[in-house]
C-alpha cells in the first residue's frame, strides 16, 4: 500500500523529541540537513517510537524511523487496481489519520492490467447451487448454504431469509393469509398477531368483543351492535335514529319501535311505546298504528251520538281515487258498524278503465304498459326515448325500458341490437351488440377478422410454432403478437428482441446461440444471425493483443478490432477486423482488415 509522508498544510509543526521545532521546506532529502526526509516539500520528523510523534496527533512511527499517517484518501493509495480503494481513517483538522486496506472490487478474476473484473467466472462459494448474485448469480448470501431460492422461508424472528426472497415470512398456521408477527424476513416481520387464530388478522373487522381483531393495538373499533335513540327514556327508542356501540349509551335503547318518543310533544310520552298497554282512549299507546286496537265490545264509547270516522286503515286515502272514509255513531255506550266506507281493491280488477281502485294516485297502472318510441323497430329503445301508456304497445314503440344493457345504441339501424348478445358478426368498427365494445371476440372471432401471431420479445415479429397459443383471430392486433410469423427468434431475456428480418444494427455481443446462460463466456463471444438472413453478423472474439498491435485470435476467427464496438454500429459503417481464417493454432499472428459492415 503507498504510503506518502505527512504535511501539516498551513501550519508551523513543533518538532519531536528527536528532532527541532520548526518546519522547513524542500526538495529532496538533501534539503533536510537534521537528517529529516523531505516529504510533500516539508522536512519530516524522525523517531524512535509512538510517543516521538505526538506533536503530529494520529502519526505512527515506522521501521525507518519516520512518523507517518495520512490527511486524506489520496495518502493511502498504493495504485493497484484489484485490492480496492484505500481510506484514511481518523483524519480530522487536528489529527492525522492511519490507512485501512480497501475492499477488493470482484467477486470473480480481477484483471490488474485493464482494471476489470472478469464476472463470467461467477463463484458459489457455499456450495448451494446457486451463484454470487454479485456477479450475475441468484444467491442472496454466498456465505450461508441456507440461503439460496426455492429454500423453504422458515419462521423466525432473526430475519434470516433462507429463500432469498424479502416478500416470505415462513409459515401461516392459521391459513388466513396472513404470516405471524413472529416471522421476520431482514427488517420486516408478519403482520398476523396471533397465528392460531384464522378470525384475528390485520383483514379482520374489529367488533364488540374486546379483543384485537384486526391486530392494530386498538380494541372494538367497528362495534356491530345498534341501539336507538330514546328521548322519553321508557326503553324504546326511535327506528330513524340509531347508533352503533358495543354497550348501551345514555339516552339511547336497545330496542325500537317507539311511536311517540318526544316528551316536549307530548307529555305521556313516556306511557306510549311497542310495550304499552292498548286502553280505549283513542290514542294508539302500544304503537301498533291503529288506535284503539283491543278485543271488539271491551272499548265503549261514552258521549251518546259522538261520530268518529272509520273504515280505512289510512284515513289520509280518504277521497283518493274510490276510497272513501265511513262513520261510526256512539250508541248506548258502543260504536255502531262503520258505514258508508269504500276501501281499497287490487289495480287490475276492471282493467283499462281509468279508475284508481288502489287510491294510490295513479290510473291502471297494474295493467297498463308503459311503451317507449323504437324507430328501427328492434324491440329496443335508445336512452331518453319519449313513451306512452298504453294497454298494448302500438308499431313503432316498444315496452322494454331503455334501461342497463337495453338500451339501443344505433336507434336507426334494425341490425344493431342489444339481442345480438355478447358476439360481433363481423369486423365493421360498429358496435353491433350495444355492450360498448367494438368487434370484440368473446364469443368467437367475426368472420373477416385477421390472424396474428405471439411476439414474445415485442420486436413486431411473431413466431409460429403450431401452437394454438401462438396465433389469434382478432380485428386489431391484440397486446403481444404482431401480423407477421417471419421472426427467427422470438424468446425472452438477453438480446431476442434485437433480432427480426430486416434488422440493420450490428451488435457487440451475439445471442446466446445453444448457450443457456448468459454468464457464459461463450454465450458472450458467440456468433448469432441479426437480421434473419441466414448468415451470422458476430462471429469468434479475439482473446488478446499483442504488443506489437497484432491480434492473437482463436484459429478461423473473425472479429472487430478489441474497442471498435462498444454498443453497437449501423450497418454500412467502415470497421476493423482482424482475419485468423488461416490460423491452425492460438499463437499464430492475425492481421488487421477493414471491411464496411454489410446490409441487408
Not at 306 to 318: A, W, Y
Amino acid at each position: 500500500m503507498k504510503r506518502q509522508w505527512l504535511v501539516w498544510v498551513g501550519a508551523v509543526i513543533a518538532l519531536s523529541s528527536c528532532g527541532e521545532s520548526g518546519a522547513r521546506s524542500c526538495e529532496e532529502d538533501v534539503d533536510c540537513p537534521l537528517g529529516e526526509h523531505c516529504a510533500l516539500g516539508i522536512c519530516d520528523l524522525e523517531c524512535r517510537e509512538d510517543v516521538d510523534c505526538l506533536d503530529l496527533p494520529g502519526a505512527a512511527c515506522d521501521e525507518r524511523g519516520r512518523c507517518r499517517g495520512c490527511l486524506s484518501d489520496a495518502d493511502c493509495d498504493d495504485g493497484v487496481f484489484c485490492n480496492g480503494v484505500e481510506e484514511c481513517a481518523g483524519a480530522s483538522a487536528g489529527a492525522i489519520g492511519t490507512c485501512n486496506p480497501g475492499t477488493p472490487p470482484c467477486v470473480g478474476a480481477c484483471d490488474e492490467v485493464t482494471r476489470t473484473c472478469d464476472d463470467t467466472s461467477c463463484p458459489d462459494l457455499d456450495m448451494d447451487g446457486f451463484a454470487d448474485i454479485r456477479c450475475g448469480g441468484d444467491d442472496c448470501d454466498d456465505d450461508d448454504p441456507d440461503a439460496y431460492p426455492g429454500n423453504t422461508e422458515v419462521c423466525d424472528s432473526e430475519g434470516h431469509d433462507e429463500d432469498c426472497d424479502p416478500d416470505t415470512f415462513g409459515a401461516d398456521d392459521d391459513e388466513d393469509g396472513y404470516q405471524s408477527d413472529e416471522c421476520c424476513n431482514g427488517d420486516r416481520c408478519g403482520t398476523d398477531c396471533d397465528d392460531d387464530l384464522a378470525g384475528r388478522n390485520p383483514g379482520a373487522v374489529d367488533g364488540c368483543g374486546g379483543g384485537d381483531e384486526d391486530c392494530d393495538g386498538s380494541l372494538d373499533e367497528e362495534p356491530d351492535s345498534i341501539f336507538y335513540r330514546d328521548q322519553d327514556s321508557d326503553n324504546y327508542g326511535v327506528t330513524t335514529d340509531t347508533i352503533a356501540a358495543c354497550s348501551l349509551p345514555s339516552g339511547y335503547a336497545a330496542a325500537s319501535g317507539d311511536c311517540s318518543d318526544d316528551p316536549f310533544a307530548a307529555s305521556n310520552a313516556n306511557e306510549i311505546n311497542p310495550g304499552a298497554t292498548e286502553i280505549c282512549d283513542e290514542i294508539d299507546n302500544n304503537c301498533s298504528g291503529v288506535v284503539d286496537d283491543i278485543p271488539s265490545g271491551a272499548c265503549a264509547c261514552t258521549v251518546p251520538d259522538m261520530e268518529r270516522d272509520c273504515g280505512l286503515v289510512d284515513p289520509t286515502r280518504d277521497g283518493v281515487g274510490i276510497c272513501r272514509l265511513g262513520l261510526q255513531t256512539c250508541s248506548d255506550g258502543a260504536w255502531t258498524t262503520c258505514v258508508d266506507s269504500v276501501p281499497p281493491t287490487t289495480e287490475d280488477s276492471q282493467p283499462c278503465n281509468s279508475i284508481d281502485e288502489d287510491c294510490d294516485g295513479m290510473v291502471d297502472e297494474g295493467v297498463v304498459t308503459r311503451c317507449y318510441v323504437d324507430t328501427d323497430s328492434d324491440g329496443y329503445a335508445p336512452a331518453g326515448a319519449g313513451s306512452i301508456d298504453s294497454c298494448s304497445c302500438p308499431s313503432g314503440y316498444t315496452a322494454r325500458a331503455p334501461v342497463g344493457l337495453d338500451v339501443d345504441c344505433r336507434p336507426m339501424d334494425p341490425n344493431a341490437s342489444p339481442a345480438r348478445g355478447e358476439q360481433e358478426f363481423t369486423c365493421n368498427g360498429v358496435d353491433n351488440d350495444c355492450d360498448g365494445r367494438v368487434d370484440e371476440t368473446a364469443g368467437g372471432p367475426p368472420t373477416n377478422a385477421a390472424t396474428w401471431y405471439r411476439d414474445v420479445d415485442g420486436d413486431g415479429h411473431g413466431t409460429d410454432s403450431g401452437s394454438a397459443s401462438d396465433r389469434v383471430r382478432a380485428c386489431s392486433r391484440p397486446a403481444g403478437y404482431a401480423s407477421s410469423d417471419d421472426d427467427c427468434v422470438d424468446t425472452t431475456g438477453d438480446v431476442s428482441h434485437l433480432v427480426y428480418p430486416g434488422a440493420t444494427t450490428f451488435h457487440k455481443y451475439g445471442h446466446c446461440d445453444g448457450v443457456s446462460s448468459t454468464s457464459s463466456a461463450s454465450c458472450m463471444l458467440g456468433s448469432f444471425d441479426y437480421n434473419c438472413d441466414g448468415s451470422q453478423e458476430q462471429q469468434e472474439e479475439c482473446d488478446q493483443t499483442s504488443s506489437g498491435g497484432v491480434a492473437l485470435c482463436s484459429p478461423g476467427g473473425r472479429r472487430p478490432w478489441e474497442g471498435e464496438l462498444d454498443g453497437f454500429v449501423l450497418c454500412g459503417t467502415m470497421v476493423e477486423y482482424v482475419d485468423c481464417g488461416g490460423c491452425s493454432s492460438f499463437s499464430c499472428r492475425c492481421n488487421p482488415a477493414n471491411e464496411r459492415l454489410g446490409c441487408r
